[in-house]
């Protein structure tokens, strides 16, 4: 397949031009990364984003290896001497892989079956008469090929003939493509519990009688039907009515007949000829197809998991950050202690310490606390949301109340992945002699201070802001995180003085090693005072430091211009625009009255044409700005520490932790966190959650349903909730579940779908 083929797939998915996607293929295999390309080469991609450039690049690479399968079928079948040119047109014209497979089945090398053995003994005469003849009875014309040998009696011949038919029919791409499109459409994915497994298998006991259309599975749904599967628990099958199976009455069936154009009476063959059909359907078809659909449901949700986890690792990332302030880190214990840890405004650790003020040594821990206060000027100070939390919490204030002058900030920060940071290699690099514990305290303290700069250090999947993201996909999960970790870095930008090897390592054209020569050097050589010095570094190249120069920052540096996202190649268009004011850069820098008095259009040139020189205002305007937004934090309501002090009614601050497709957990400080469910998330109809609210939001709500024994709570964001004014009308909440689905699906669900909170909150951290 050609590249401009490729870009008109590519460029009608998109809604753009063709040359757009045409030039984003020469770039990338120019050897160019997605974050510079979707940032310096505007003028050639014609402005296409980092979300645009990435679905470019998945779909490029699909198409590629559609093209290497093509033409190792079209190979496969020339040798075979089978390739017409009728047949060779519709291979070249497959957009999917499946629909490839399908034209390729009757050639495809396979064990001698039974219809092949059928035409070896002579019956495909037979098969073809039987087929198309008419007023014939089966079994005198089936007397006449019975050899004795290898037809050995009418049975045996009309069983081969049957063979031959059914192989031929479920060779026929557009028939397949009819019964799939039918089963995409109407087709249910009905669950049962395996006899026997009830109690083993309590978990998944809301699918243990349940139906719903497949193209309306949702992801969550899907994946905990697919576990239950796989854990022995649960039988599913796939079936055209919800109450009825495919054997009572198969739709299929009849569109096998009408695609055949065979009319059907009550006589000896057309009898003959309707079985032929049924076991196409039910030997050859039904399996195969409820393969490949189960398998297109898992991808789906698998996909859909995968888009979630991405999109909430994007919003946890890209949080606003507290600043560089020195921080003292706390990591909660009982037991084990509460372990401290004060970094300095440049994540530098000062001091680390193990305090029990839950044990019975409250005031030797409040001593050590504000003696670290005092001594370090600690400006914020953060506190995981584990174990032991809020009494943490509780102690903290406690102590800060009795200090004068200035006090530091409280802040309760997740600590997930924490302890995998801790017992990681690099962890261990960075500090050999701190016990694994404290390390915890550490990681605490700087993801306040830059939750990017800290996270980057951590596996993302072990972040834990995924649905069900043990079950898909691990290499697609892998790949899309590692995405989203490299767009977040590079529109942030790092600074190059002060950023660890796993922030670096993240920056366009970098990679492990390069990251760590430039922390090698740095300790050798002391801070970088220029851009151009990274040339120096040992094996990066010009084409890695034209990828990630543009994504460095040098603070107070020689050049002004090092410290924002202006790239080093397009400096010569700054010293343009400062000839042209008669200014010098630091009068220009920030000054937003003398920049709106220019016209970017009399900057531009054959290589930076007017979208770099915009970005280049825009930098001017607000040099090394960061998009993150203002940092905030929730403020926990004093008195509620654990589940027990929730009241239904009760209207708390919390922030959101996860995004899912069914609702929103928001940690509102007692250890546990509560559900909002999508039919609560808004007063209107929410199709989306993350349209609603994002990883990291302050949110309001209020407590619906508490739930001790089996620790779950209901919250809801809804307006007439939080005002305090009657909740919605059963009415109107039907006809919120009526715009989800079916009435008829309804009354399927009824059972499952009555507890929505309970399905949601038992499966969304599986």
Known sequence: MQNSTISHIIAKELAVNPQQILAAISLLEDGNTIPFIARYRKEATGGLDDTQLRYFETRLNYLRELDDRRQTILRSIEEQGKLTEELAHKIQQCESKTELEDLYLPYKPKRRTKGQIAIENGLQPLAQQLWEGKDLDPESLASTFVDGDKVANTKAALDGARYILMEQFAEDAALIAKLRNFLQKNAYIKATVISGEEERGAKFQDYFAYSEQWKH?????????????????LNLAMVTEPDEEMATKSYCEDLIQEHLGITLTNNALDKWRAQVISWTWKIKLALHLETEL???????????????????????????????????????????????????????????????????????????????????????????????????????????????????????????????YSASEFAANEFPDMDVALRGAVSIARRLQDPLAELVKIDPKAIGVGQYQHDVNQNQLAKKLDNVVEDCVNAVGVDLNTASVPLLSQVAGMNKTLAQNIVTYRDEHGRFETRNELKKVPRLGPKAFEQCAGFMRINGGKNPLDASGVHPEAYPVVEKILQDCKQSILDIMGNISILEKLDAKNFTDSQFGLPTVKDIFKELEKPGRDPRGEFKTATFMDGVNEISDLKEGMVLEGTVTNVTNFGAFVDIGVHQDGLVHISALADSFVDDPHKVVKTGDIVKVTVTEVDIPR?????????????????????????????????QQQSLQSSAMGNAFADALKHWKK
């Open 217 to 233: 599975i949702p992801s969550h749904r899907a994946l905990a039907m697919l576990r239950g599967r796989n854990e022995g628990v």
């Open 294 to 420: 189960m398998a297109d449901l898992k991808d789906r949700a698998e996909s859909e998991a995968i888009d979630v986890f991405a999109t909430n690792l994007k919003a946890l990332l890209m949080a606003a950050p507290a600043g560089a302030k020195t921080t003292i880190g706390l990591d909660p214990g009982i037991r084990t202690g509460v372990k401290v840890a004060v970094v300095d405004n440049t994540g530098k650790v000062l001091a680390t310490d193990a305090i029990y003020p839950h044990t019975g040594q409250e005031k030797q821990a409040m001593a050590t606390l504000a003696s670290f206060i005092k001594k370090y000027h600690a400006e914020l100070i953060a506190i995981g949301n584990g174990t032991a939390s809020r009494e943490t919490e509780r102690f903290a204030k406690n102590v800060v109340s009795l200090l004068d002058g200035d006090k530091p900030q409280i802040v309760v920060v997740s600590e997930a992945g924490a302890s995998v």
């Open 711 to 743: 620790k779950r709570i209901a919250l809801s964001m809804r307006t007439q909730n939080i005002d305090g004014r009657k909740k919605e009308s059963s009415k109107t909440s039907a006809r919120y579940e009526g715009s989800l689905r079916t009435r």
